[in-house]
């Protein structure tokens, strides 16, 4: 297995233009997450899967975000109209689920994208 | 919501300790991670913790208090490619989400 494998690495885009980008989690995975770092910040939630289901999402995703994950497998991240404001490194993370207790797995985090928007 | 505290920049001399403080509040706290990440790259997972207590891993140790809400990464011996920034995140809800903090730029300097 080759860990989290995100694609593309880098993404320049036109102000206005909409983009999409892939997450191919660690295959025995069931849980995906996506965040968004900036400079100098911690990567900040946007979104979480367990298998298919989208069972949380952050105030933060505007509704010109959005993301799927068919099949409980890869996912896919969506910014529709793009805006500077969206420039950032685009993490994705997955996890084993584990119940309540001494031990819980740590994510596993891909190399991330990073968007810049001009 | 959740509040989680760190601070911003530390520096430390080659082979010498240093402590990186986290202090948070949150409702339905589940545990707390430790990530390291270096400049341009992903975070990695260095610890877990859901009991109070000391958890001791090779030159990493970390710490839990969660009557205090506060949690501390303790490094030894540290190494020049110590140098990176420290993330603090709780876990918590019912869903289990984790909530990174800002993070601390370590310094390491011969």
């Known amino acids: 297995d080759t860990g989290v494998s995100q694609n593309p690495r880098h993404k320049i885009t036109k102000r206005g233009q909409n983009v999409t980008f892939r997450c191919d989690p660690i295959?025995?995975?069931?849980?995906l997450y996506w965040y968004r770092q900036t400079l100098g910040q911690g990567p900040e939630f946007l979104t979480y899967f367990q298998n298919e289901a989208q069972l949380e999402k952050s105030r933060l995703l505007s509704d010109r975000f959005s993301a799927e994950r068919p099949k409980g497998s890869f996912s896919t991240l969506e910014i529709q109209r793009t805006e500077q404001g969206d420039s950032a490194m685009y993490l994705c993370?997955?996890?084993?689920?584990?119940?309540?207790?001494?031990?819980?797995?740590?994510?596993?985090f891909g190399s991330g994208t990073r968007l810049t928007v001009v | 919501g959740q509040n989680i505290d760190q601070p911003t920049e530390m520096t430390a001399t080659e082979g010498a300790i240093v402590q990186i403080n986290c202090t948070y509040q949150?409702?339905?706290?589940?545990?707390l991670f430790w990530y390291q990440q270096h400049a341009g790259e992903a975070p990695t997972f260095l610890s877990y913790n859901v009991l109070d207590g000391l958890e001791e891993k090779g030159r990493f140790s970390s710490f839990l208090s969660r009557s205090k809400g506060y949690s501390y990464l303790l490094l030894k011996e540290l190494q020049m490619k110590d140098s990176a920034s420290y993330l603090c995140a709780v876990k918590s809800g019912g869903y289990q989400k984790v909530t990174f903090g800002t993070g601390t730029k370590l310094q390491v300097i011969p």
């Open positions: 993370a997955s996890s084993l689920s584990a119940g309540q207790g001494l031990y819980s797995y740590g994510y596993t």
């Open positions: 295959s025995e995975h069931n849980r």
């Open positions: 949150t409702s339905g706290f589940n545990g």
